[in-house]
């Protein structure tokens, strides 16, 4: 079992700026790759991005390539979603899940642990 809770979330002004990060707990963390997920009120829970454990590569969503950016501390069983330039439509419920495998699946189906969410909310 992995827990996952997320924190950093709140409100924010367009063009501006919030980390994320996501602590677990349990299992190894640096045998999972970790994604982050967003989902608005009415849409479906979307990908966001995600590291890989074993090499650290990082998938993005098109919406956020060059603005957001996910690290990882594994020491810390800790990962990031630093977003940078927000846009009203960034905002959603943002989630971190976990799942035990190399690649970065974009599916949030395919993951198998997932924290509560943290509320992001970027203001016009």
């Known amino acids: 079992q992995v827990q996952l809770v997320e924190s950093g979330g709140g409100l924010v002004q367009a063009g501006g700026s919030l980390r994320l990060s996501c602590a677990a707990s349990g299992r190894t963390f640096g045998g999972y790759t970790m994604g982050w997920f967003r989902q608005a009120p009415g849409k479906e829970r979307e990908f966001v991005g995600g590291?890989?454990?074993?090499?650290?590569?990082?998938s993005y969503a098109d919406s956020v390539k060059g603005r957001f950016t996910i690290s990882r501390d594994n020491a810390k069983n800790t990962v990031y979603l630093q977003m940078s330039s927000l846009k009203p439509e960034d905002t959603g419920v943002y989630y971190c899940a976990a799942k035990g495998t190399i690649v970065v699946p974009t599916n949030p189906a395919s993951y198998d642990y997932w924290g509560q969410g943290t509320q992001v909310t970027v203001s016009s």
């Open positions: 590291i890989s454990w074993i090499d650290s590569s990082i």
